[in-house]
């Protein structure tokens, strides 16, 4: 699997190119933040309700000591607000409670078993959402599973699997040293722009020749808009 993920990511770098990253690593407890509100909606909506959000507050004991129904308010742009809402407003407390301060920099220190067993470990955050902690603010080379890699990989038929949980910890220990950031990046735009949920563009798809989809779409006339955007490369 692993020179079979090394051909797919080159094929996508060729065509999309290598996706920039900031220089300075984000706060991971920002990323997680992000993550959260990204769930179910947009990139756009998602870092919107993420800017309203900081613009309000000091730092994340602000959020801590506000009313859930506030909070609400200033991410109501991102959908499911009192979800997502708990869910924020959950792992502060927890690392309040147990550090005495809101940071989630001693994770550096384990290695990421370790740190995917204590984010999930609270209340609304998942396997992906460790993942993205993993990959965009502590630099390791995890391959992060959303629906658009895991409908992209079992398409292609480098998985066949039932979720995106599945799908990761089948691709997790294949991932070539370096590649996962440009892999898991490229594919979300393959996701987005190519390979959608329907009417995939298989006839401009830059994987259509190494694809095993059996429902190919080569109908010109449907149009998908595009949408680059992509939230946790933004979070400064």
Same mark, same amino acid.
């Given at each position: 699997m692993k020179k079979q993920i090394e051909k797919i990511n080159q094929l996508l770098i060729n065509h999309f190119g290598i996706p920039e990253r900031q220089k300075k690593l984000p706060n991971p407890l920002d990323i997680i933040i992000g993550t959260i509100l990204s769930q179910n909606t947009n990139d756009k909506n998602s870092y919107k309700a993420y800017l309203n959000l900081k613009s309000n507050i000091k730092s994340w004991n602000d959020v801590l000591e506000m009313k859930t129904s506030q909070l609400e308010k200033l991410i109501k742009v991102a959908g499911l607000g009192k979800q997502k809402s708990m869910a924020i407003k959950n792992l502060l407390k927890?690392? =309040?409670? =147990?550090n005495e301060r809101l940071s989630l920099n001693y994770l550096k220190r384990k290695n990421d078993e370790e740190v995917i067993g204590e984010l999930t470990s609270h209340k609304g955050i998942g396997v992906k959402t460790a993942n993205c902690v993993l990959l965009f603010a502590f630099d390791r080379n995890v391959c992060p599973v959303d629906t658009h890699v895991h409908r992209i990989l079992n398409r292609i038929g480098m998985v066949k699997t039932s979720n995106p949980e599945k799908t990761f910890n089948e691709i997790k220990a294949h991932i070539p040293e370096g590649a996962a950031h440009s892999f898991h990046t490229n594919l979300l735009r393959l996701g987005r722009e190519y390979c959608t949920p329907t009417?995939?563009?298989?006839?401009?798809?830059?994987?259509?020749?190494?694809?095993?989809? =059996?429902?190919k779409n080569f109908d010109r006339k449907k149009i998908i808009k595009q949408n680059n955007f992509f939230l946790l490369d933004s979070i400064k």
């Open positions: 927890n690392l =309040k409670n =147990k009417n995939p563009k298989c006839y401009e798809c830059p994987l259509e020749r190494v694809c095993a989809y =059996k429902e």
